[in-house]
């Protein structure tokens, strides 16, 4: 395996490594929940990766997401911003507004023609519109958040849940599954609540199709066919939605090693 | 360079040690000259940041802005009893309201004076506002003792005016200063609170210096005023250079001098014609005619707006100019400061990322 550059992208859930070749191709990945010693983690991740093809010295590894300045083996740091366009662009060869959903964060950047950013908006300051507002719900409802975009895809009718506010949505869920409604329809109407508040920043910054897709929260199929609703265009989703951020800063890796 | 700014408290028990008057003054527009001839020295409150809100808290509602939260709670603890007097002129509905909340309820130990701006750029407003300042003089002369004669008032226009011009000169000259986006603008700051004179004393050294151009990508910052300041060093250390700026607090203060020989006229005139501000009622479009020739004459390539958390009138207009600033070519980032609390570290990544974008 070549390996010329590493991303590491510490987001606030999930640590996700990937190396890249000379030409730029995802050659290895590696994630794993995020561990309250990030330096640590990431040195066992090396580790990891070292056993495999040897002495990682001269390789250049970039940081990105939340934690990104507390990898210290990185050479440099670059926001998420930057590389989670970086990564798309170079997955699916064309610009577009990138939304990504992350556990705490969402984002939409609205990426050129030739990869440069043009805008971006940026959801940091509550739960709601983010990974978090869906395990929140996940919990009170007791079904495992992996499952409930394909549970809540088999509603035959939707509960609109008013609420974008992780808190108040909560007390939401308690009052409709007090009043008998089944789990069903309120799963939709929580997804589309949540999707609702992305689609305001889609609307903040102005669409320019088509629609790409990232962050670990597009691997539910619910969030996918919602969003398709409320923007009313085709989405496009990378093989490694997750891995984005991570492949980005590896881009930008590669580009130190030159 | 780091330069040696007395501090707040210093030049208060300065003044007074002298024998002069203290006006606690709200943001944003007012006549510093005409308090000066009455030998009343002007520091201005804007918050003050990090004050604790729950005293003033019990009298407002939570979306009333941190500037009026903190000043109220501010006055309620007794902070402001060394003032003389306070002045407040009616910059929004929130300031508004808190005047009436101190002159009908708190009633502090210090007279209350309200100042009535206009919301144009008219004839009438000029005239407007000639008069209410022209009844401020009356306040106070009844309060001082004193009136001040039309030789004394223009004697303290041409100290202000010239404070106003050197302002003028140290944005023309930012990029060779020296100085590093917190001291440029703890500088500029400064004159919330000196003298005239001795503001004049401390632009007229910054300026004899002429250093290497800063390096950094330059930008524009929008707003109320440039607080929390931590923002300055992190677009530092993100290298970004704050070239100019369109704060209520500073660059829009920027008064060219009136013109007129009657003191109240030529204030007036000079206040009425200052930068296009939301809280004075100007219409977008002469903010992003600003903006834009602003960015044009300093080569900012973008625009962060950095305001104040509910503070409804620069966010009014916000998504709008925004847009038109957009389509114009001059990008921008929005981010919302609670000034009361260190930045998030997302606030950190907007930047950075902005920083990247215009970068790329
Ligand atoms: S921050 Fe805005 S709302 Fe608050 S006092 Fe200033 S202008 Fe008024």
Known sequence: MEIAALGIDVGSTTVKMVAVNRAGA???????????????????????????IGSLAEIPLVATGYGRNLVQQARQSKTEISCHAHGVFQELGHGGTLIDIGGQDSKVIVIGARGRILDFAMNDKCAAGTGRFLE???????????????????????????????????????????????????????????????????????????????????????????????????????THPQLMGALGAALFALKLAD | MPINIPQRKAVIQDIKSRGGMVAAVLPIHYPRALLRAFNIFPVEVWGPPRVDVSLGGSQLQSYVCAIVQNALSFIKMGALEIADLILIPHTCDSLQGLTSLLIDMVKPPSPVFPLYLPRGRREE???????????????????????????????????????????????????????????FYRLLRSREYLPAEEFAALAESALAVEAAPLPGT???????????????????????????????????????????????????????????????????????????????????????????????????????????????????????????????????????????????
């Open chain 1, 136 to 238: 929140n719900s996940a919990a009170r409802m007791q079904i495992p958040v992996a499952e409930m975009g394909a549970v809540a895809l088999t509603a035959t009718e939707e509960f609109t849940i008013t609420s974008t506010c992780t808190v108040f949505a909560e007390s939401e869920i308690i009052s409709l599954l007090a009043q008998g409604v089944a789990v069903e329809p309120i799963l939709m109407g929580l997804h589309r609540a949540l999707v609702k508040r992305v689609a305001a920043m889609v609307r903040s910054v102005g669409l320019v199709p088509p629609l790409l897709l990232s962050g670990g929260v597009v691997k539910n199929p619910a969030i996918r066919k919602v969003i398709a609703d409320e923007t009313g265009e085709e989405v496009f989703v990378p």
């Open chain 1, 26 to 52: 995802l050659v290895w990945d590696y994630l794993e929940p995020v561990a309250p010693r990030v330096s640590r983690q990431v040195d066992d991740f090396l580790a990891k990766l070292g056993a495999k």
């Open chain 2, 125 to 183: 407003d000029v005239i407007f506002l000639a008069e209410e300042l022209q009844s401020l003089y009356a306040g106070l002369a009844e309060l001082t003792g004193r009136r001040p004669t039309d030789a004394e008032l223009l004697a303290a226009i041409a100290r202000e005016e010239l404070c106003d011009q050197l302002s003028g000169r140290l944005y023309e000259q930012r990029q060779t200063l020296g100085l590093g986006n917190l001291d």
């Open chain 2, 218 to 360: 330059p930008l524009l910052l929008s707003g109320i005023l440039p607080e929390p300041m931590m923002v300055l060093d992190l677009i530092e250390e993100m290298k970004g250079l704050v070239v100019a700026d369109d704060f209520a607090g500073c660059g829009r203060r920027l008064y060219r001098p009136g013109l007129s020989p009657e003191p109240f006229r030529r204030l007036a005139e000079s206040l009425v014609a200052a930068p296009p501000d939301p809280t004075r009622g100007n219409a977008i479009g002469d903010r992003v005619q600003f903006l834009v020739e602003m960015a044009a004459k300093t080569y900012a390539r973008g625009v962060i707006f950095y305001e104040v958390k509910f503070c409804e009138p620069e966010l009014f207009d916000l998504p709008e100019l925004r847009a038109a600033l957009k389509e114009r070519g001059l990008v921008s980032l929005h981010i919302e400061v609670d000034i009361n609390n260190p930045l998030p570290q997302q606030t950190a990544t907007r930047i950075g990322a902005f920083l990247e974008m215009l970068n790329h």
